[in-house]
């Protein structure tokens, strides 16, 4: 594990593919990751050899074919040869006007911007130049730069979107007033929230003058890191820290001595690498790539910041630099339009690398394959995929990132993830990412700390730039360059990748100088506007979602806050912060916390009052529970309420006990309740729809600590780091019925959209009767999470006069349930207030059970829930082949 120097990393990882001599091969018997790191070499190009790093003085030597390490996907052309030179596949940018100048002149590194009390750190733009006449020129308007892994097929089957937002002018800021009519309580914060938003506007007019606006400057990728021209290839790397610069690898044999770098001014380093003589480019795609440099920590290796792909080769402990250009031929071409955004949000949070019901790291293709149907299936509209960004330490679930542009390889190439989104764009769904923007990873071999040998680069220094609790590196948000590098990666994923916007992670650490670490939210608005605010984060947190919904109208952006800030999901031209969603994370703990008590100790009050605690206008993304309550460590709910039961009692061929009968019922209705009350979307983990058993436990080794301590690890197993999805499947295990009953509830909202309805009421929580009723849109939920009593003619109160019917019961035995609600009834109302309802009808209401009513009007349609058909036309739930 490498998040320190000192830390411990795993060797080689199993993983659902291999390489052989047809490249990948899923589910193998050797489950190590192998990438490509080069291709046969054609006359007058520069040999290239696998293998070890090479230091200076060191003798070249070629790669026998057992050394090889190929790209996924290309083969062995002649197994038998004992050694084989490496082919450099020529690839020229049919760009013709590409040279090493960036634009916008007017720009200075090191510009300061005096924001009253706030200095803004501008970095370096214009005064990026190559010294060779070849060099990269930075695009206009009008001529696209080829940035490394960008393909050039890919901007012509997604043209339409790419050349649409290059060059938007981002609309300027509003004047920030109307958060004090939204909330007349923030007016007591005026000065606070007028100078924030002073800062971001003064933030903005900074960019548009002297980096041509907020859409340029989000092209970082173009000027920094390597890019591809016509006659070469440009690598920059803002170190300003370090004394001298080289880049190295295996296209120079790692020789020290021979592509030495420039530095300008503004501590930005440069070289410009001339097309061999055949055309074809200096670094051959797959090449292992670092820069050395010199520093005042000493000689350091580094994978360059915005490298676009990183690897760790079998056997050895740090990640390489990859440089990633491959044929056109090899390039996904994506082939479908982004699905339009759904008013009700409901995600699929996943993970690809424990995807896989077998103890393996799952990969981009079988997740694409095997995975993205079931949750179309599933009746979800949008997949939440963490870990994407490159991180060294696979047990950080991918929180601790090393390589902010680079997808990690565990999974595959860069290019079978952009199929698994393009296929799930195909399916309808969005693909969101859980993006990290918060924190960096602490490693100083592998990732952005210490990168030129200080602490000060990209982080704050000394203990502001240090996350005790995480163990991992704070950003300095009010430096010009860290806004520069953290608004290209959001741009990047979304132009680039494709996706469809992002779940940021560890917002309130960014927020607050205290990081929330230690501190109990009360709902004080002293709490969040005073010394303790971190000013420069809250305004990057406006920036990206200015930058995000600016030129991705369409792109959905989730913060993850637990503070509860206010204006947090406010327009910014209101004044807010910006972010469409706002993680409801207290629902989840009240779970936890209430599941903890006898069922005699629930209040219903506490629950009811849990859900629908947030600010108004503001809306809220909904869960029971996430990835977080699966981490070993934690219980997930089905785990707390079955426990040990779950290991023998799961089987309908054998009898259930009282607490599997409970777990089930409970379980059904815990995630109905938080869907119906809990926001304006809602959240799944994988297999948490079924139950899943047991908990997450990442590959691990024993942990010693300073003091001596042992920290035991479990000898890298992957047992517990997959997902079972064959429990959840088995038609004769009681997992299925909880997967058919999430199902049938996403299909429901996915029909009503009760979810969004403007029109909610609670109209009962009864503690003695243990009952709850409301009402979304057309449907009235009742609850009964009495343990025995069950409830005959109970008035249940309701605002439309008519016929209902039953929609959905938690009690079928489709469910898992035992069947107590009959489906051919008709519930007609009687006028006459009740529960404060001008009407109200009579309903059966058995013990831990969930039933929603929906108004008839014109006999509406079956909810199609694929396998599943619930019937509301003919009154009765029915299971129809489709």
Known sequence: MVYTLSGVRLPGVPSAYNLGSNGWNSRTADRTPRVSLIVKNKSNSRKIFAGKSYESGSQSSMATTSEKVLVPGTENDDPSSPTEELEVHETVSDNPKISGEIENSETKHGLKVDNQENIINLGSSEVITGEDPA?????????????????????????????????????????????????????????????????????????????????????????????????????????????????????????????????????????????????????????????????????????????????????????????????????????????????????????????????????????????????????????????????????????????????????????????????????????????????????????????????????????????????????????????????????????????????????????????????????????????????????????????????????????????????????????????????????????????????????????????????????????????????????????????????????????STPVIDRGIALHKMIRLITMGLGGEGYLNFMGNEFGHPEWIDFPRADQHLPDGTVIPGNGFSYDKCRRRFDLGDADYLRYNGLQEFDRAMQHLEERYGFMTSEHQYISKKDEGDRIIVFERGDLVFVFNFHWSNSYSDYRVGCLKPGKYKVVLDSDHSLFGGFNRISHKAEYFTLEGWHDDRPRSFLVYAPSRTAVVYALVTDEPEPVDVADTEISVADTEISIAEV
């Open 135 to 655: 060099s990269a020129q930075l695009p206009d308007a009008h001529v696209e730069a080829k940035a490394e892994g960008t393909s050039d097929s890919t901007y012509e089957t997604t043209s339409s979107e790419s050349t649409r937002i290059r060059g938007k002018i981002i609309p300027p800021p509003g004047n920030g007033q109307r958060i004090y009519e939204i909330d007349p309580m923030l007016s007591s914060h005026r000065q606070h929230l007028d100078y924030r938003y002073d800062q971001y506007r003064k933030l903005r007019a900074a960019i548009d003058k002297n980096e041509g606006g907020l859409e340029a400057f989000s092209r970082g990728y173009e000027k920094f890191g390597f890019i591809r021209s016509e006659t070469g290839i440009t690598y920059r790397e803002w170190a300003p820290g370090a004394k001298s610069a080289v880049l190295i690898g295996d296209f120079n044999n790692w020789n020290p001595n021979a592509d030495v770098m420039t530095c300008n001014e503004f501590g930005v380093w440069e070289i410009f690498l001339p097309n061999n003589a055949d055309g074809s480019p200096a670094i051959p795609h797959g090449s292992r790539v670092k820069i050395r440099m010199d520093t005042p920590s000493g000689i350091k290796d580094s994978i360059p910041a915005w490298i676009k792909f990183s690897v760790q080769a079998p056997g050895e402990i740090p990640f390489n630099g990859i440089y990633y250009d491959p044929p056109e031929e090899e390039k996904h071409v994506f082939e479908h339009p982004r699905p339009m955004k759904p008013k009700s949000l409901r995600i699929y949070e996943s993970h690809v690398g424990m995807s896989s019901k077998d103890p393996v790291i799952n990969t981009y293709v079988n997740f694409r394959d095997e995975v993205l149907p079931r949750i179309k299936k599933l009746g979800y509209n949008a997949v939440q995929i963490m870990a994407i960004q490159e991180h060294s330490y696979y047990a950080s679930f991918g929180y601790h990132v090393t390589n902010f542009f680079a997808p990690s390889s565990r999974f595959g190439t860069p290019d079978e993830l952009k199929s698994l989104i393009d296929r799930a764009h195909e399916l309808g769904l969005l693909v969101l990412m859980d993006i990290v923007h918060s924190h960096a990873s602490n490693n100083t071999l592998d990732g952005l700390n210490m990168i030129d040998g200080t602490d000060t680069c990209y982080f704050h220094s000394g203990s502001r730039g240090y996350h005790w609790i995480w163990d991992s590196r704070l950003f300095n948000y009010g430096q010009w360059e860290v806004l520069r590098f953290l608004l290209s990666n959001a741009r990047w994923w979304l132009d680039e990748y494709k996706f469809d916007g992002f779940r940021f992670d560890g917002v309130t650490s960014m927020m607050y100088t205290h990081h929330g670490l230690e501190v109990a939210f009360t709902g004080n608005y002293n709490e969040y506007f005073g010394f303790a605010t971190d000013v420069d984060a809250v305004v990057y947190l406006m920036l990206v979602n200015d930058m995000i919904h600016g030129l991705f109208p369409e792109a959905l952006t989730i913060g993850e806050d637990v503070s509860g800030m206010p204006a947090f999901c406010i327009p910014l031209e209101d004044g807010g912060i910006g972010f469409d969603y706002r993680l409801h994370m207290a629902i989840a703990d009240k779970w936890i916390e209430t599941l903890k008590k006898r069922d005699e100790d629930w209040k219903m009050g506490d629950i009811i009052h849990t859900l629908t605690n947030r600010r108004w206008n503001e809306k809220c993304v909904s869960y029971a529970e996430s990835h977080d309550q699966a981490l070993v460590g934690d219980k997930t709910i089905a785990f707390w309420l079955m426990d040990k039961d779950m290991y023998d009692f799961m089987a309908l061929d054998r009898p």
